[in-house]
């Protein structure tokens, strides 16, 4: 049995393990790793990925109402991409030992979360352009930082994700463009989106650094290379430019240049909104998870229907190679 250091109440292999995080080595599945440290990145990798598959009902919803061809085959081609992003991360919890049935009926059970951005309903065109450029925007803050996460295929994963997600912000922001270069109507319907998603995408970095239950130890294994404040922060100081550039104005009273800080202040987040949504009572929460389940089993005949056709080819790969 491994015995335990009295002095700091760790493992020699947790400290060996910790050497290892410092160093900035890669852990990779094979590796040991303690359990916590599994079980805590199971827990952010497979809400991640149920963030990416929920994440494509909002846009999802507007793929047949695309107010040109053109339009149509980009907001198609970002909404496969997402279906592909939660594949990867799927696939990263794998090597952990989750199963994909194990994340799934989690999520649909209510104990997994996903971002709660995505409780919030899609009303207009300009949605996907603010979608595209807020909602993008704030993963792709978190996700450049994700991508020297400690867990290897985590953090190979994040490399392709945000090459992905910068064609899908840019093209959020041309819509946006687009519509403020608009008529007075258009300008008016992609300043209300902005509206409407500022604050939520605020929301998408978490709690503020002192109320975040696992960003100490998170940081210390450095599965989070950056806190959810320094990432907020980090948004804010791009986005206000990017709103400026094409005439919006970003909806917060108390938004001003902080010439000490060398950062922009801004004002505080609803927060009570924030612990509604997470916990299951947002606009949207009820008819995502509703969409999710019934497209879920309506799908069960094509997983069995692989399923039965693997095991058919494995059987005869076996014939034929005796
Ligand atoms: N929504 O202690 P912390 C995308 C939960 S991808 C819901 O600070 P942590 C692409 C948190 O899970 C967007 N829940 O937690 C796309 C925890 O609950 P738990 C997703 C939230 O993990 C674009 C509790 O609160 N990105 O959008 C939220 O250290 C367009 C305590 O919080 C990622 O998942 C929230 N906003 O930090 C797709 C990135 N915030 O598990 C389609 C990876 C916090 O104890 C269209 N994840 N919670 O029950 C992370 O970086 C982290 O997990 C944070 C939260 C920063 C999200």
Same mark, same amino acid.
């Given at each position: ?21 410092? +160093? ?23 809400? !991640? ?16 109402? +695309? ?40 999520? !649909? ?58 064609? !899908? ?93 060398? !950062? ?53 790969? +076996?014939?034929?190679?005796?």
């Amino acid at each position: 049995m491994t015995k335990i250091r009295p002095e700091t109440d760790v493992s020699p292999q947790e400290a060996v393990f910790q050497t290892r995080i410092d +160093a900035e080595e890669k852990i990779e599945p094979k590796d040991w790793m303690p359990d916590k440290y599994r079980k805590n990145l199971i827990r952010q990798i497979s809400q !991640h990925a149920h963030s990416e598959v929920i994440g494509m009902q909002p846009e999802g919803n507007w793929i047949t109402r +695309a107010p040109t061809l053109h339009r149509k085959c980009v907001l198609l081609a970002k909404v496969q991409d997402e279906g592909g992003h939660g594949l990867y991360l799927y696939s990263a919890a794998e090597t952990l030992g989750a199963s994909r049935e194990e994340m799934v009926e989690a999520l !649909h059970a209510g104990r997994a979360k996903y971002a709660s951005i995505f409780n919030y309903p899609s009303l207009t065109w300009a949605d996907m352009g603010a979608i595209g450029w807020l909602v993008d925007g704030a993963a792709i803050v978190n996700q450049v930082s994700l991508q020297r996460t400690s867990y290897g295929p985590y953090a190979r994963g994040m490399v392709r994700i945000c090459k992905e997600e910068s064609f !899908h912000q840019r093209q959020g922001y041309h819509i946006m463009m687009t519509l403020a270069q608009g008529s007075a109507e258009q300008k008016a319907m992609a300043q209300d989106s902005l509206n409407r998603f500022w604050w939520p995408s605020l929301m998408m970095f978490g709690p503020h650094d002192s109320e975040s239950a696992h960003s100490a130890q998170s940081m210390k294994w450095k599965i989070k290379r950056q806190s959810n404040d320094e990432l907020r922060q980090k948004f804010v100081d791009q986005t206000v430019k990017q709103a400026e550039v094409i005439g919006l104005t970003i909806p917060d009273a108390d938004l001003s240049w902080n010439e000490e800080r060398g !950062h922009y202040d801004f004002g505080e987040i609803d927060w009570e909104e924030f612990h509604r949504v997470i916990n299951g009572d947002g606009l949207c929460n009820r008819q995502r998870l509703a969409h999710h389940v019934k497209a879920h089993e309506e799908g069960a005949w094509v997983r069995d229907a692989i399923t039965a056709y693997e095991a058919k080819k494995r059987q005869r790969d +076996a014939q034929a190679a005796a």
